[in-house]
């Protein structure tokens, strides 16, 4: 394998941080493409618990590279928080790579994902509120600030100097009266970039020239599938693109250097914030699988809305990102249970309906049909100890059975099945792994 992309097939929330973590053993460099500090990726090692927002997953393992891509948004001063917290944990940093490309966001983003959610009254996104979409916005509208300005004061001074007032302008226009200060968002931020300038770099041509020394690459995305801005329930979704084909793009590399996508497949649905949810359970079930997942946002605390497996929300994910494995987590959550359900299809006005709708009000409209399969107990202390000696053979035969039909139904072999939190509470059920 020249390269993996590891992307969400659902709506986030996968669990893609553990599976990245734990190829990221095999992996020379790993790579973050896109989004901001509104994905939170948790890896548990031990008893300890990290929780990275920005750096990737990889950065956790000894040695290995960790770059922030190009098609990543950057809020400066989170991004040394989480810098400083892993160095007084012992974690080096010192591998960071930090693209020239990737776009900044400023505090004017912040204010305005606040006034634009509110004006948006009753038909709100649910944004994390932290300036992810406005920052991308000011991209596109050849806006933004760049990493690369970051650490160039009179670059950074003088595209502060136009967009300031004008930022203001538009604050007022939403009925924001807060006062921008552009010379204490100069001085801020000019000090943020004398901080992280020794980690800033074309990362592309690190990432091209990794490549070409054929060292394996490991492309890590954030949220999923469901919350891409082209392809998912717009317009409640992320402002970047999550699928497999950003890999390439968001890290400054062709296509072709793209080899195999694992999707991470949660046992279960989740999602967090606004938007239809076919299999969503608003019962004691759906409790149940909150309380025992911990589904508590990363990097938000937002309780996340529950439901059983949407297979018409995961073959869309294959079917945009080209799965050559699966990478199911979280299926010990379902443990305990007397029976479990997959979604298969959905049902509109009595008829089975193919692919998943653009517009949502078709989408919520839409009825889950289920197959319904035998329950298994749960897998706790000397059983768990077992299966991970043993392996797939040894878990309930109910659960080989989800994890089979699974399978079938996507025609992609399940690759990687996590059993808990932990960083060694996982299967790896590859054929073959990377030299």
Known sequence: MPSLAVVGSQWGDEGKGKIVDYLAQEAHVVVRFQGGNNAGHSV??????FKLHHLPSGI???????????????????????????ESRGVSVANLRISDRAHV???YHRLLDGAEERLRKGAKVGTTG????????????????RMGDLVDVDLLKAKLDFA???KQKYL??????SRLDGRAIMAEYSAHGRRLKPYVTDTGAVVRDALKRKRNILFEGAQGTMLDIDHGTYPYVTSSTTVASNAASGSGVPPSAVGEVFGVVKAYTTRVGEGPFPTELLDETGASIADKGGEFGTTTGRARRCGWLDLMVTKYAHALSGFTGIAMTKIDVLGGFDEVKVCTHYRLDKKKISGIPADLRVLARCEPVYKTLGGWEDLEGATLEKVLKKGFSALPGNMRAYVRFVEKEMGVPVTMLGLGRRRNELLDLRKRKWK
Not at 130 to 145: E, F, H, N, Q, S
Not at 172 to 177: L, N, R, Y
């Open 172 to 177: 007022e226009m939403c009925g924001d009266d």
């Open 44 to 49: 548990m090692i031990g008893e300890e618990l």
């Open 105 to 107: 966001i400023l505090p």
């Open 164 to 166: 300031v007032p004008l």
């Open 130 to 145: 932290r300036g992810i979409g406005p920052a991308y916005a000011d991209k596109a509208t050849r806006l933004g600030v």
């Open 60 to 86: 956790l393992r000894k040695g290995k590279l960790a770059v922030i891509g190009n098609g990543v948004v950057i809020d400066p001063a989170v991004l040394i928080k989480e810098i400083d917290a892993l």
